[in-house]
């Protein structure tokens, strides 16, 4: 994505939570250009300072980019339930960082060492339990492959912290496009 589309992004994220928070009416995004409008996952993050405040997002879409960052900007900034008893208010807006991941579709795995620390993301499953590492992550807790696969098994599916090496786990790779802005840098113009 050029700087242009990912301001874009970013423009409606911002726009989208200012609406969202304050009660009003959120209009579908619209573009004409066409990386905005391919069908692909995206998840929308939201920091204040380094307190994570929300993040949600999918890895496939029937819509196109731009509608989904819209509808993933309203759940992290009022859908994420790790902060159902401590909800992003209007005034805290302003400090808010959103940060965007743009995702490649899944590749699944019967290597996960062979994951690329900062560039790969992953999904893992086991029956009815997933969860995910957005790339980002391992380059922010410095962690190593086995811990970054063990932390997403234990912390985010609910399994065994070793269940990635289970042959009836799947595990999937992706990569991202990641980028972002503070909420009171993005033009509201």
């Known amino acids: 994505m050029n700087d242009v589309q990912k301001q874009a992004l970013l423009k409606v994220v911002r726009e989208t939570i200012k609406s969202c928070l304050c009660g009003e009416a959120i209009g579908i995004p619209k573009s004409d250009d066409p990386a905005l409008n391919e069908h692909c996952g995206c998840f929308v993050t939201l920091k204040n300072g380094d307190r994570l405040r929300g993040c949600i997002g999918q890895f496939v879409s029937e819509v196109p980019l731009i509608e ?6 309203v759940s992290s900034s009022t859908k994420d339930p790790r902060f159902f008893n401590d909800a992003i208010t209007v005034a805290e807006t302003e400090q808010l960082d959103i940060e965007i991941s743009v995702l490649s579709p899944l590749k699944y ?10 560039v790969d993301g992953i999904y893992i499953k086991k029956g009815f339990a997933s969860g995910c590492f957005l790339p980002q992550v391992a380059t922010e807790t410095g962690w190593s492959s086995e811990e970054f696969l063990s932390q997403c098994c234990a912390h985010k599916a609910g399994l065994g912290a070793r269940a990635w090496e289970d042959e009836e786990t799947e595990v999937y790779l992706f990569t991202a496009d990641v980028f972002g802005a503070s909420f009171k840098e993005i033009s509201s113009v």
């Open 68 to 73: 989904l960052v819209s509808d993933m900007a």
């Open 109 to 118: 795995t019967d290597d996960p060492l062979s994951l690329r620390l900062g």
